[in-house]
C-alpha cells in the first residue's frame, strides 16, 4: 500500500536535545496528523493541522502544515526518556476517497 | 473509558484456521477504518465504514478478508483460512465525520484502538 516518506528513519539524540522530522510526499492533503506509537499499542494522536502553512504546538512538541500542501514537520523541544518511541504522520486524502495515508515512520530513541 | 476498543488483544491461530477480531469505535463517531500494520511499518488501510455501509476496500483486502458494521456501532474484521502472511496488528480507528464540513478542524481527528495483534503458525 501506499506510504508518506518520513525521514529520518531513526536517531538516537541526548536527553535535553531538540528533535526534528518531517515527512513528504508526492500528492497534496487536507489535513496532516502526527502519531506516537509505543511498542504493541495503538498509535496515539499528538497534534493535528488543518490550513497550509499551519503551526501547532501541543507542549513540548510543535508541528506544521507544510506550504505546498505536500511535506509536513514534528519537533519536540528538550526531549525526555519517555519520548521514545515511533512516530508516524498521515495525511488525509479527500479526492474521490477520504483515507488516511500514513508515513513509514520514525523510531526516536533518547538516551538519558 | 470512552476510547476506541479492540478484542482480543492477542490471537495465536495455526494456518487455516478462521478469526475474527472486534473493534467498538467512540460512540458518537460515524466512521470506522481498519488497518493492517506489520513490523516496520506505518498503518496500511484496508477498509472504512460510514455508518453501517461500507465505503471503500483496499486491494490489501484479498477474498479471505470480509469487514462489516451491522448496526453502525462495532465492527467486525474475519479472515478465512488464515496464512502466515496474516500474522500483523490489525488496528480500529474512528472519526466523527460531518460532511462538507469534516474539511475543517477538529472534524478530521482520528483516534485508534490498542490494537489486534494476529500470529499465524
Known amino acids: 500500500g501506499q506510504q508518506l516518506n518520513q525521514s529520518p528513519q531513526s536517531m538516537f539524540i541526548q536527553e535535553g536535545e531538540d528533535v526534528s522530522m518531517n515527512c513528504t510526499s508526492s500528492?497534496?492533503?487536507?489535513?496532516w496528523l502526527w502519531y506516537k506509537q509505543e511498542p504493541g499499542e495503538g498509535p496515539v494522536l499528538l497534534i493535528a493541522?488543518?490550513?497550509?502553512?499551519e503551526l501547532t504546538s501541543n507542549g513540548r512538541l510543535t508541528a506544521q502544515f507544510g506550504i505546498t500542501r505536500k511535506d509536513s514537520f514534528l519537533n519536540i523541544s528538550a526531549s525526555i526518556p519517555s519520548d521514545v518511541g515511533i512516530y508516524f504522520c498521515?495525511?488525509?486524502?479527500?479526492?474521490?476517497?477520504?483515507?488516511?495515508?500514513f508515513g513509514t515512520g520514525t523510531r526516536l530513541k533518547v538516551l538519558a | 473509558d470512552t476510547g476506541v476498543s479492540q478484542d482480543p488483544r492477542h490471537k495465536i491461530t495455526k494456518r487455516g484456521q478462521n478469526v475474527t477480531f472486534r473493534c467498538d469505535p467512540i460512540?458518537?463517531?460515524?466512521?470506522l477504518y481498519w488497518y493492517r500494520q506489520t513490523l516496520g511499518q506505518g498503518p496500511e488501510f484496508l477498509t472504512y465504514?460510514?455508518?453501517?455501509?461500507?465505503?471503500?476496500k483496499s486491494r490489501l483486502l484479498s477474498d479471505r478478508f470480509s469487514a462489516e458494521r451491522p448496526k453502525g456501532s462495532f465492527s467486525t474484521l474475519e479472515i478465512q483460512r488464515t496464512e502466515q502472511g496474516d500474522s500483523a496488528m490489525y488496528l480500529c480507528?474512528?472519526?466523527?465525520?460531518?460532511?462538507?464540513?469534516?474539511?475543517?478542524?477538529?472534524?478530521?481527528?482520528?483516534?485508534f484502538g490498542p490494537g489486534t495483534r494476529l500470529t499465524v503458525l
Open positions: 498521515a495525511g488525509l486524502t479527500t479526492s474521490g476517497t477520504y483515507k488516511y495515508i
Open positions: 500528492s497534496i492533503f487536507n489535513t
Open positions: 493541522l488543518y490550513k497550509a502553512g
Open positions: 460512540s458518537e463517531h460515524n466512521r
Open positions: 465504514f460510514q455508518n453501517e455501509a461500507q465505503l471503500e
Open positions: 480507528a474512528s472519526i466523527y465525520y460531518r460532511g462538507l464540513a469534516g474539511v475543517i478542524s477538529p472534524y478530521n481527528e482520528q483516534f
